[in-house]
């Protein structure tokens, strides 16, 4: 009798912080005002069926409603949720708006002026750009993976059109200056990762220095490894 009662107290302040009637409650979830006094008096519970309709009226969840208590922690994380994808959307429009600013005027520049070669280099750059400030906020997994991968391509690509606007001959080398650089400073950590560490222990047995026969390679090692 008491958790009935404790319910229906609950029910019933959910209830009033919105302003509503019993009669308003009972219209909204199809039954009877007398009902709903029932739930609030402790008289008797809510028909299972009703549980999902009364969370959405009272804006609870179901636990809360089991609990006839707020569960201020999960209404938190869900703010939180909320706050970051508000956050993600407006972010991503104020940096669009920022790119169809630079893009729009330098368009019609390069092209009442007869070329785009400027053009292309400005887009390019764009993209090096979005690969930093975008790309790690729009992507869930393997934020720093993505942005990498899409910032190398973003590079690759301005170096074209800067080689293509300059007429000069030096895109390969920036490219293969760029990736050398990039394996210098990356690979001992892909080399340290730990998707990297499991497709090595699939390998039977364990990783021992050395050479002769029965050797393997080892991907983790980058050394030739007896497997035993």
């Known amino acids: 009798m008491e958790d009935k009662i404790t319910l229906g107290k609950f ?6 912080e919105l302003g509503l009637s019993q009669k308003d409650l009972a219209k909204e979830l199809y039954v009877t005002e007398s009902a ?7 008289v008797s519970y809510p028909d299972i069926t009703m549980i999902s309709g009364l969370c959405r009226v009272l804006g609870i969840s179901e636990h809360e409603l089991c609990t006839a208590s707020e569960d201020n922690q999960q209404r938190e994380a869900e703010f939180m949720a909320r706050s970051y994808k508000s956050f993600v959307r407006g972010y991503t429009i ?3 708006i920022g790119y169809l600013a630079a893009i729009i005027p330098s368009f019609i520049y390069n092209v009442a002026h007869g070329g785009i070669g400027w053009f292309m280099v400005l ?6 750009t979005f690969s930093f400030i ?7 997994k393997n934020r720093a993976l993505w942005t990498l991968g899409s910032a190398t391509v973003s590079l690759m690509l301005l170096y074209a059109a800067g080689c293509v606007y300059s007429h000069g001959d030096w895109f390969v080398m920036a490219v293969l200056g760029t990736l050398l650089g990039e394996a210098i ?6 080399l340290r990762s730990e998707r990297l560490e499991k497709v090595c222990e ?21 050394w030739y490894a007896e497997i035993r």
């Open 11 to 16: 029910i019933q302040s959910k209830r009033k």
């Open 185 to 190: 400073v990356f690979l001992p950590f892909v």
């Open 94 to 96: 104020i940096t669009g």
């Open 36 to 42: 709903v006094s029932k739930w609030e008096r402790g």
């Open 134 to 140: 975008n790309v790690p906020v729009l992507v869930k």
């Open 123 to 128: 887009i390019t750059s764009l993209m090096l």
């Open 202 to 222: 699939k390998q039977q047995g364990s990783c021992v220095h050395g050479g002769g026969f029965g050797t393997d390679f080892c991907m983790r090692c980058f």
